[in-house]
């Protein structure tokens, strides 16, 4: 939802950076890769320590690369590839795996009562990805939905952040709020799937 309305103004804000880029010879596939590896990597650093304020403005530092490998695959020479749709995806996913991963790890330790909660908004999370990827695969397109990856990142950080500033019950808000519409999402997508093959 978010995603969709936000493309066309982004795209003209970010477009002489992406020339810059073209220009200097950096590949979509290359930001996708730095992108992925460092929220990754800042996710399952900080957040398994405690350090949840830190934590999200590093993995938001490289969550923002992803505004940058489509639109360099756009308009470079070689376009858009399989290969980089596909590299784009497994980072994308491998990058909201770490951020869950990160929590769970610390609420785990300190056997917090949060931990189903976190456990079911990954799993409700992965299913709305997955539901796209298995209609694309059967030529259904599967678009929409209450909650896009930009939107639950950005409740996901959201909480975690506030959480690292101290401000209680934010974690514990944004994770179900996150759980809740995830399965709300999950529930669309398959409707939309459904009325595609009626």
């Known amino acids: ?45 900080f957040f398994p320590k405690g350090e949840f304020f830190a934590g999200v403005l590093w993995v938001a530092v ?3 690369f992803d505004l940058f490998d489509g639109a360099v695959a756009r308009a470079s020479n070689k376009g858009v590839s399989k ?14 795996a770490a951020i869950f991963i990160g929590a769970l790890l610390y609420f785990i330790d300190k056997s917090d009562r949060l931990v189903p909660a976190i456990i079911i908004a990954t799993c409700a ?15 259904i397109e599967c678009n929409g939905g209450l909650a896009e990856r930009s939107e639950r990142l950005i409740i996901a950080l959201t909480a975690y ?18 759980a809740i519409i995830s399965i709300f999402t999950m529930a669309q997508r398959m ?7 009626k």
Request: hydrophobic share 55%.
């Open 1 to 45: 939802m978010l995603q969709r309305s936000l493309r066309d103004p982004v795209a003209k804000i970010i477009a002489p950076l992406v020339k810059t880029l073209i220009k200097l010879g950096i590949s979509a596939n290359m930001i996708s890769t730095i992108g992925g590896l460092g929220s990754v990597i800042c996710a399952l650093y």
């Open 83 to 96: 290969w980089g749709a596909l590299l784009d995806s497994t980072f994308d996913r491998l990058s909201d």
């Open 125 to 139: 999370s992965f299913m709305v990805s997955y539901i796209k990827a298995r209609a694309e695969s059967l030529g």
């Open 62 to 64: 490289f969550v923002l």
């Open 161 to 178: 952040g506030l959480h690292g500033l101290g401000l209680d019950y934010a974690m514990a808000s944004g994770i179900w709020i996150l």
């Open 191 to 197: 409707m939309i799937v459904y009325k595609a093959v």
